[in-house]
């Protein structure tokens, strides 16, 4: 818009009137402005979003992972328990076999 057109205004409807209609167009561009912004904010949250989900799914997938080791684990120390019980009675048994012996 050039200078003269403005003055144009300015005397047809009056300086008031102008600062008026500058200032809505203003308005109204700085909140075309801010919904664009939060367009732009929200694909970041959801992306953040879609990202964080990922990382918990992998997260729960590794902890059932280190949970089916543990109880493979606890499976596994039970069993080496009953044999070292085994062997102790076997151990035991001996040794009385062979403390019977010397009496």
């Known amino acids: 818009m050039e200078l003269e057109q403005i003055f144009v205004l300015v005397e047809r409807i009056g300086l008031p009137g102008v600062l008026l209609g500058i200032m809505c ?16 904010w929200e694909e970041k949250d959801t992306l953040g979003d879609s990202r964080l989900i ?23 120390n039970k069993d080496v328990t009953k044999s070292n019980e085994r062997l ?3 151990i035991k048994g001996m040794a009385e076999a062979l403390m019977a012996r010397r009496r």
């Open 25 to 40: 167009y203003y308005i109204m561009k700085t909140q075309e402005a801010h919904r664009e912004e939060i367009i732009r």
């Open 54 to 76: 990922d990382v918990i799914k992998e997260q729960n997938k590794q902890n059932a992972t280190t949970a089916q080791a543990l109880n493979n684990l606890n499976i596994s």
């Open 88 to 90: 102790a009675s076997e």
